[in-house]
């Protein structure tokens, strides 16, 4: 370990030892990595590029017992610590700068047991894996709209998808967890065992522990799904908006229809004239009966001239994977959101004004929208902030080149900053950027000061801070 930069390894002024180090490293199945080993950088690359952070250890878990010591070393030796599971993390809180961290992408393992629709899920999956079993057994667990997002950080922080009107937010199916606290002991939270923590993770991000496994519920989901993509010229973007926040009154939970607006990527079915150009498209799914499904979309189809139409029956992981190419890893992300009650007509103005100052190819504004069964829990059950029926905008930003940074931040940021006065004020977390630290007690509304108290009986140091941070009781006492 000697090439290994030790200032980022401090414990008060003292460095940690070198026989501490390797201690660790006798001690774990899996592999810790320092900056002398090959593998380092890769290890230290995540899904958004503008994050280049350089820990001073990185611990790549085989298990829960490596996950046990690698928290025991960050507290013993006062380290800043990190916690990766497999997928985006836009904020780049999966990785710091010196300290250590918890590397969970080799825990990968997925096992469904058909007879009980259970399911026992790793952190280090992704839905492509989670989908791979499931859909094997003609079963489906509500996650995401994109097959390379890891399945810890999105159930953390609740979850929402294509199949969320009809089965619930991820986390509503979570049945229990295992999970590495701050003191580095092992337990297992569910409805009966720690239910102060269980309701806590539910939404609440990784600011409570380390979770090295968990068991969710299934449901049924045979044969295809009805799937696809309406894709409408930008010029008719008002009337499609309007059109949509009308048809989704009477739409039944089986049926989901996001927006999408940006430019046309060269996708093989639009006519190469499109290429390029702004657009509005509805993305919807429906999980039912086929025959029901092309009733529930019609009136979504039958809104204004399209310039394609593929909705089609599709397996689930096929239509997960639709949207992949588009976010693969090496760009430079930010994103900024907002929860809205309503899509309303002021609301719609902002959107396409800012579409018409797109910064760049990649850059989009979507809308999802979550209700049906996920908006009949109430708020209180879970962390999870906003569960009435209401609609999600993410402003992405995506570019590739470093001096367009402040082009495209700027303009998602200007974007919010107009949308604000007609937003509920509540926000998904998994959306939130680094730079969002005070909007935390805000996005979670009516939940956080419970959130407040179950961190200050977990982790009352804040071992757990690199997230969108729920601060102890005591810490925010002393910064007061």
């Not at 096929?318 to 760009?331: I, R």
């Amino acid at each position: 370990m000697d090439d290994l930069n030790l200032t980022t390894l401090k414990k008060g002024q003292a460095l940690v030892k070198d026989v501490d180090i390797e201690g660790l490293a006798a001690g774990l199945r899996g592999k810790l990595l320092s900056g002398k080993d090959a593998d380092y950088d890769a290890a230290r690359a995540i899904w958004n590029a503008m994050v280049d952070r350089r820990p001073g250890l990185i611990a790549r878990c085989a298990g829960a017992a490596d996950v046990m010591r690698t928290v025991r070393f960050a507290r013993n030796n006062g380290l800043l610590l990190a916690v990766r599971g497999g997928g985006h993390n836009i904020a780049g809180n999966a990785v710091c700068e010196g300290g250590i961290v918890i590397d969970l992408s080799p825990m990968k393992s997925v096992r469904v047991d058909p007879d009980t629709r259970r399911l026992r899920v790793e952190p280090g999956a992704t839905l492509a894996d989670v989908d791979g079993e499931t859909q094997a057994f003609g079963l489906a667990l509500p996650t995401g709209i994109n097959s390379t997002t890891g399945i810890a950080g999105l159930t953390l922080g609740g979850g929402f998808g294509w199949l969320t009107r009809k089965f619930g937010l991820t986390i509503d199916n979570l049945i229990s967890m295992d999970v590495v606290t701050a003191e580095g002991k092992f337990t297992r939270a569910s409805e009966r065992e720690e239910p102060d923590l269980f309701w806590a993770l539910r939404g609440g991000g990784g600011n409570f522990g380390v979770v090295t496994s968990f068991e969710f519920r299934l449901h049924d989901l045979p044969g295809d799904v009805l799937a696809g993509l309406v894709v409408h010229p930008f010029a008719d973007a008002e009337a499609v908006l309007k059109q949509y926040r009308q048809a989704l009154e009477t739409a039944p939970d089986e049926l989901t229809c996001w927006v999408v607006m940006r430019r046309a990527p060269p996708l093989p079915f639009l006519p190469a004239e499109w290429h390029g150009k702004e657009i509005a498209v509805l993305a919807m799914c429906y999980c039912g009966d086929l025959e029901k499904g092309k009733a529930a979309t019609a009136g979504l189809r039958a809104i204004g001239r399209p310039i394609a139409d593929v909705v089609a029956p599709m397996p689930f992981a096929a239509w997960q994977q639709a949207f992949d190419p588009l976010l693969t890893p090496g760009a430079r992300n930010y994103w900024k959101s907002q929860d809205f009650a309503e899509i309303s007509d002021a609301t719609i103005a902002i959107l396409l004004d800012a579409v018409r100052k797109l910064p760049g190819p990649e850059c989009e504004i979507f809308i999802g929208h979550v209700g049906g069964a996920a908006g009949r829990i109430p708020v209180e059950a879970t962390a999870f902030p906003q569960r009435k029926s209401h609609f999600v905008m993410n402003v992405h930003a995506r570019w590739r080149e470093k001096s367009m940074d402040d082009t495209c931040i700027s303009w998602a940021r200007a974007l919010f900053e107009s949308t604000k006065a007609n937003a509920i004020g509540t926000a998904y977390i998994n959306f939130m950027p680094e730079d969002e630290a005070d909007r935390v007690e805000a996005a979670y509304g009516a939940n956080y000061r419970r959130l407040k108290a179950i961190k200050q009986h977990y982790d009352p140091q804040n071992l757990f801070r690199m997230n969108q941070n729920v601060k102890p009781e005591t810490e925010m006492r002393a910064a007061s």
